[in-house]
């Protein structure tokens, strides 16, 4: 594996944003959850609103909250590990 591995939610042939692979693994977790976290929230307005959309934001949301809690958790494991 590349030390540094660009990003894949953009595409284009010259990456500018990219991951270092060799970062320590609560500060990669720690970048992932904030952005699944950011996207739950986005998701979770769409949620309140009326209809087949948002009954399909509620069910996918479901689904990210659960994401959230579990990698809140592997973030305090992570850090219990960091800390010993």
Same mark, same amino acid.
């Given at each position: 594996?590349?030390?540094?591995?660009p $990003? %894949?939610?953009?595409?284009?042939?010259?990456? /500018? !944003?990219?991951?270092?692979t060799e970062a320590p693994l609560d $500060? !990669?977790?720690e970048? +992932? +959850?904030y952005r699944i976290? %950011? +996207?739950?929230? !986005? !998701?979770?307005?769409?949620?309140y609103g009326e209809g087949v959309h948002s009954e399909l934001a509620r069910v996918? $949301?479901? /689904? &990210?909250r659960d994401g959230c809690d579990l990698m809140d958790v592997v973030g305090r494991r &992570?850090?219990?590990?960091i800390s010993a």
């Open positions: 594996m590349d030390r540094y591995m $990003v %894949t939610g953009i595409d284009c042939s010259i990456p /500018s !944003l990219l991951i270092d $500060v !990669l977790h970048a +992932a +959850a976290r %950011t +996207a739950t929230q !986005l !998701l979770e307005s769409f949620a996918l $949301v479901t /689904s &990210l &992570l850090q219990g590990e």
